[in-house]
């Protein structure tokens, strides 16, 4: 089918809309900046954390820093080094077993596919500093000099794009054991070695190179914005980079940015507002609830099961938010089964309850005070109520749709109307629900069409 003229208008007149604005290297300019849309309306994507810290797999991703980089150090990861490694083993050692030797980005690519994921996000590079493409910046550090011997983020983001899903990057501003982010460190940061000879240059290599559809900053903390020249750098990205129209930002650009600054609002890892927040925003949270990146050591009771994160995805859209689920692969390139497992869940229960999730927005209330937990999301005229649990009766109560005449009840994935009947002429209905069938996740969502 040919899309009408004013779809085509409309698809033509948003990149002008974005071209034509010119910002200034300030935070006013910056975060008026219009969200481009393909975000919003995407509502789920996968995280993956790969790095040299799959290889010891010990404790979380954050090893090499408990390992050698706090004081004191972590003694659990001082005793995983000493009853396992030889004397006087170091940390880059790690990255030659780096192998992923069955590494497939098809393979991958087919498993956020059938998640329902509309976008991945991949580490370019986390605060150990290695890049899994070969930066010019981080020479003999990096997962085509040394490890896999192959170019990771330009691979998987290839068989990505392949599927229709957006590709955005992972980035540490800053990096643990840099000589040069140290001597700016130990300098108060009033100097800038760090930035101007090594992030910055690698960031815009990295964006022309890839191009990006998102960036996600992170390690930002230490030091203020101004040090990490990030206006600068988000003035060129939108103004004047190949993926200015349709790149989006998250908030990690300097010490206080967070839940403040930037495209959209990470604010704290695992964030979830208590109300409706007024700011577009994101949930970033892992199937292994101790860890970002692979542990070889994670059991089955601190893994997220299907349901939890089912109910964490709904509730965190009800929200306005969008849901960036995480796994990390082994270093021999493989998704744990589990993950994989929870993964294809979550895209079988969407693809019966994915209108309600995708390109939807918040309702007016985002969550009704009944016997069990319902969320509220809406598209146009529709309203999309989702229960998180089993109700125990026939008969379900809503409290806060306003009825009419016209309303019609349905059970996504049955298309057979439900009989219902108004609580009150101001608010409110009964539904008589079907034998609900075993949905993956547990969950069900009844679509109301004629309700305000």
Known sequence: MLPSAAALLLAAALPLALAGARYTPDWKSLDARPLPPWYDEAKFGIFVHWGVFSVPAFDSEWF?????????????CVRYMEENYPPGFSYPEFAPQLHAQFFNPSDWADIFEASGAKYVV????????FTNWASPNSWNWNSVDTGPHRDMVGDLGEAVRNRSLHYGLYNSLYEWFHPLYLSDKKNGFKTQEFVLHKLLPELYNMVVRYRPELIWSD?????PDSYWNSTQFLTWLYNDSPVKDIVVTNDRWGAGCYCKHGGYYNCKDKYT???????????????????????????????????????????TVALGGNYLLNVGPTPDGMIPPLFEERLRGVGAWLQVNGEAIYASKPWRVQSDNTTVIVWYTS????????MTTRPSKSTFYLYEPRTSENTKVTLLGNPEPLKWSPIDPSAGLIVLLPELPFVPGQAWTLRLDGVL
């Not at 090499?64 to 003694?75: A, N, T």
């Not at 390690?219 to 030091?223: I, P, Y």
Request: proline share 6%.
């Open 219 to 223: 390690g930002d903390w230490e030091a």
């Open 379 to 386: 598209k146009n005229a529709t309203v999309y109520a989702t």
């Open 122 to 129: 991949f580490t370019a590079k986390h605060h150990e500093g």
């Open 64 to 76: 090499w820093w408990y390992w050698q980089g706090q004081r004191p150090p972590d003694p659990r």
């Open 273 to 315: 507002p208590s109300e409706l927040p007024k700011h577009k925003w994101e949930k970033c949270m892992s199937v292994d609830l101790l860890s970002w990146g692979y542990r070889r050591n994670m059991k089955i009771v601190e893994l997220m099961d299907l349901h939890n994160i089912i109910e964490d995805l709904v509730r």
